[in-house]
């Protein structure tokens, strides 16, 4: 015959079965975190009345190794028109940089370089009153952990704004 079971061991059947559904939920938990990721920041642009939000064209890890891609963004800017961009801390925290597209004198794309220190600016205008070139390419840039022969960064990630106006043929 079976005797009953003293309070002392329901409890500890009690203590074990706490236990084993701490231990599940907590696994449960990093099995679902371990398969989100965060997403890739977004980049605002603004122009002519209207902003659009830019996720990267390509982002990937410092070392270049796991990478997603996306599409270029699209604001029509008319020539003169000013561009503002505002950057999340993800970007601006950074080394970055930004390349400039315009369509010069003799329809021969021109380009100009900025490089800003981390922390330096969270916001931008290009373009504006006093410009007489077509702004068509917005591009920021990320540099990565990996370098060329020459010592430069190649870049990690990048967002590119499309601001040729409609009618306005690329080559």
């Known amino acids: 015959?079976?005797?009953?079971?003293?309070?002392k061991t329901i409890l500890l059947r009690l203590g074990g079965?706490?236990?084993?559904a701490i231990v599940l939920i907590v696994?449960?938990?990093?099995?679902?975190?371990?398969?989100t990721t965060t997403p890739p920041p977004q980049i605002t642009f603004y122009a002519n009345g209207k902003s659009v939000q830019a996720g990267p064209v390509k982002y990937c890890s410092i070392k270049v190794t796991?990478?997603?891609?996306g599409t270029k963004a699209h604001l029509d800017v008319p020539t003169g028109s000013p561009v503002q961009i505002s950057l999340p801390k993800e970007i601006s925290?950074?080394?970055?940089?930004?390349t400039l597209e315009y369509l010069g004198p003799g329809m021969r794309s021109e380009y100009e370089l900025r490089t800003f220190a981390p922390n330096d600016r969270t916001a931008?205008?290009?373009g504006g009153a006093g410009e007489h070139r077509q702004l068509l390419t917005v591009e920021i840039n990320l540099?990565?952990?990996?370098?060329?022969?020459?010592?430069?960064?190649?870049?990690?990630?990048y967002w590119a704004l499309d601001t040729t106006p409609a009618g306005l043929l690329r080559r």
């Open 27 to 35: 696994v449960g938990v990093l099995v679902v975190n371990a398969n």
């Open 1 to 7: 015959m079976s005797r009953p079971a003293s309070g």
């Open 124 to 126: 931008v205008t290009v």
């Open 93 to 98: 925290r950074a080394p970055w940089t930004m």
């Open 143 to 157: 540099p990565s952990s990996v370098v060329n022969p020459q010592g430069e960064p190649f870049s990690r990630a």
């Open 66 to 69: 796991d990478c997603v891609s």
């Open 17 to 20: 079965a706490a236990v084993l």
